[in-house]
């Protein structure tokens, strides 16, 4: 049996008529920026989330620099980042040419750690930047207390966690300011690049919808220094076609994982993913760790079963930080991470047969002794 990764083609076999319906809807029209789409797209994927506010941007690297950039934060001022995450988020930072803080994850659910977040405040922290790894949202309430009587920003990188529940609230209505992607593998996917920013700040929202104009609200009338970051009417109709499918999709993916939590309790030295109380996780991805990781992979790869890593290198020992003076041991939970982190497949295009095959193969992994 044949488990992939991921698999993008059945979605758009799935709501073929749909999406076919919104390209011609658009080609027709004859306009293909700033348009009906993007304005429908953006009010809808407001109130999915419960916020004032959503802009469509390029990219999610993009919404998140745009975010800093609105909220005027810039060289001189610190943002504090988790040392486990995808490079974008730091990146983000390194553009507006602010000061990385990196801060350890805790160890269980692997998302920023706001007792260790508290120890990095200082006179200069202007935000605080948590990452809903891996589907599930970080503490936000707990790093709202530290940062809401100290005017700090909290943004939101939702890249992963479209439909991710904190108590009653969405992920991308939890901080001040959230960064979405949409690029096609995450939980709600277009077409090609995509993002959003999301926020309930009437101000914010209005310099981040200049901003990412080049800085214009009238045409040739810049009124500060923007970027291009826009997004097409098509992929903004191909996001408002998939939209509606969200929950379900994410409902699949609750399923699988709960399949994957039952039948690999107890199997080996594997870490399975912690829920902490209070979140409601949409499983962008199913990491495991084990202190076998490598010959894990290697076994379901003979086996068929595809497996990722993410990320198999921390941000600050990357090549893009060499020059940043950050060193192995630096950061030792991230590091430790980055050897011990296994994603299996999960996503609306695997069955629970493929689930129970590839839990069926890992038993037999460490049943093995290999
Ligand atoms: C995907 C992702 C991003 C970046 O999104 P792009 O649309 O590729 O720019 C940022 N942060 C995290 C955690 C991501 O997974």
Redesign the pocket.
Known sequence: MKVPFLELKPTYDALRVELDAAYHRVMDSGWYLFGSEMAAFESEYAAAIDVGHCIAV???????QLALLAAGIGPGDEVIVPSN?????WL?VSQVGATLVPCEPDDETMNLDPVRVASHLTSRTRCILP???YGQTANVPALRALADPRNILVLE?A??SHGATCGPRQSGALGHIA?V???P??NLGAFG???AVTTSDDALAEKVRTLRNYGSKVRYHHEVRGINSRLSELQCAFLRSKLPHLEAWNQVRKRLAARYLEGLAGVGDLRLPVTAQGMDPVW?LFVVRTRRRDALRQFLSEHEIASQI?YPIPPHLSGAYRDAGWKAGDFPLAEHMAQQVLSLPIGPHLSESCVDYTIDTIRRFFAGGR
């Open positions: 390029a990219n999610g690297l993009e919404a998140m995450t995808y490079i974008a988020t983000a990452v809903h790894l990188d890249a992963q960064g992607s949409f690029y593998s995450k690049d995509a993002g962008h993410h």
